[in-house]
């Protein structure tokens, strides 16, 4: 009798126990089911940079520090094939350029073998050089597709140009590109509260990627009360700006020889020297910029002298023309090239902002100079470049209508 109780006991307990085991089995099976998420299908490229990829293995890279083309195929050809292909591409890309932080790519067969068949480098964005290795060696360069979208920001000022872009988050490309197409018309160091622009534009996309701005289609910018607006127009194969009736934006100077920094000091014939303290002349205007920006040269030019000159530090001065001569003091360094007798052009970087000679701080101390005379660098009025030729005046004035519409 006793046995009997014992196996019923056991039984029962064998019951518990796998009906449990079951329960939590069903519920382990139900928490699977409900939270399985089936995986996404693996997407192969199946072409790139204008090649092929069915049956091929890529492998994309970054270029690193001190890497070269020897590096970065190392694994897959020897010195040889280097050397040949730098022979081959000699006329087509300089790979002494390859540049840390670029993207590149090896294309692979996908065997044991893993043979290098092509090895791509990205020049930028857009361009790239292919080797196609795969019987004789073929070098040459592509550029991938490009799609543009046309947008149309605005702002008004509240303290800077920059801060502005910064406030509303827009691209601060643009504000550099804007400021170009002005550079000529605006001074961007006496902008008001209140100044206001809406500016047309396209950004470029690469692989679905914003990749930047291409060019500024049209604006309008108010400062001080009074409008300049601006047309992008090409004419004889060279595109400009050109204000509403067709006269170049564009003038002999610069307004500006550096960007987005402050007037420190201006033009005046009695102003207190910060170091030598005695009131003086200041035939010029500082600029407060932080060390290192770039100076560029307010025309074209021949530069008469560049190297230290007692308390303006190091300086260069360009000889425009028979009337116009400009200085540029204070330096921190000059530009690669730059020595007495060279050529530079409007726009060309010239030095950077320093505090050398008698200076209290990072400035340019910038002067121009008018038949010897010294001459307020702010007033300064130069005459306009070519306008648009009678000939183009239609296609121009289709050109104004079509971007008015959208800017108002």
């Known amino acids: 009798m006793a046995t009997v109780k014992l196996w019923k006991t056991s039984l029962l307990a064998l019951f518990v126990v796998l009906s449990v085991a079951g329960a939590a089995g069903l519920y382990i099976y139900y928490q699977r089911t409900r939270e399985y998420i089936p995986p996404k299908p693996v997407v192969v490229e199946k072409e790139a940079y204008g090649i092929k990829l ?14 070269n083309l020897g590096t970065l195929i190392s694994d897959h050809a020897g010195n040889e094939t280097v050397d040949r292909m730098a022979k081959a591409s000699a006329d087509i890309f300089d790979l002494r350029k390859i540049k840390a932080g670029n993207t590149y790519a090896r294309i692979l067969s996908d065997d044991s073998a893993a043979r290098l068949l092509y090895f791509v480098y990205e020049i930028n964005p857009i361009d790239f050089v292919v080797f196609d290795l795969r019987d004789t060696l073929r070098v040459y360069r592509e550029s991938k597709k490009v799609d543009r979208k046309v947008k149309t920001d605005s702002g008004t000022i509240t303290s800077s140009l920059w801060n502005c872009f910064v406030e509303r988050g827009l ?47 049209g604006s309008r910018f108010t400062h001080s009360g009074k409008e300049f607006r601006a047309y992008h127009f090409e004419q004889n194969g060279k595109p400009a700006y050109f204000d509403e009736n067709g006269q170049s934006l564009e003038r002999s100077f610069l307004k500006a020889p550096l960007k987005f920094s402050r ?103 910038f002067r121009v100079y008018k038949n010897g005379t010294p001459t307020d660098p702010l007033k300064l009025e130069s005459p306009p470049a070519r306008p648009v030729d009678p000939a183009e005046m239609t296609k121009f004035r289709q050109t104004v209508a079509s971007v008015n519409a959208r800017l108002g």
Do not use: C
């Open 54 to 67: 069915t049956g091929l293995k890529v492998i994309h890279g970054t270029v690193g520090s001190n890497q």
């Open 171 to 217: 691209d601060i490309q643009l504000a550099l590109s804007l400021s170009d197409v002005y550079a000529w018309t605006i001074d961007f160091y006496g902008l008001q509260k209140g100044d206001y622009f809406k500016v047309i534009y396209e950004e470029v996309y690469v692989d679905g990627k914003m990749i930047g701005i291409d060019r500024i289609l």
């Open 263 to 365: 007037i420190s000091s201006r033009f005046t014939r009695a102003r207190m020297h910060p170091i030598l303290r005695i009131a003086r002349p200041h035939f010029g205007v500082d600029y407060a910029a932080p060390r290192g920006t770039p100076v560029v040269a307010l025309g074209d030019g021949i530069v008469k002298e560049a190297g230290f000159h007692g308390g303006y530090g190091r300086q260069i001065t360009i000889r425009h023309n028979s009337t116009f001569m400009t200085s540029y003091a204070h330096l921190s360094g000059y530009a690669k090239g730059i020595r007495a007798g060279m050529h530079v052009s409007q726009g060309q970087v010239i030095g950077y902002v320093g505090s050398s000679g008698l200076s209290t701080g990072p400035h340019l101390d």
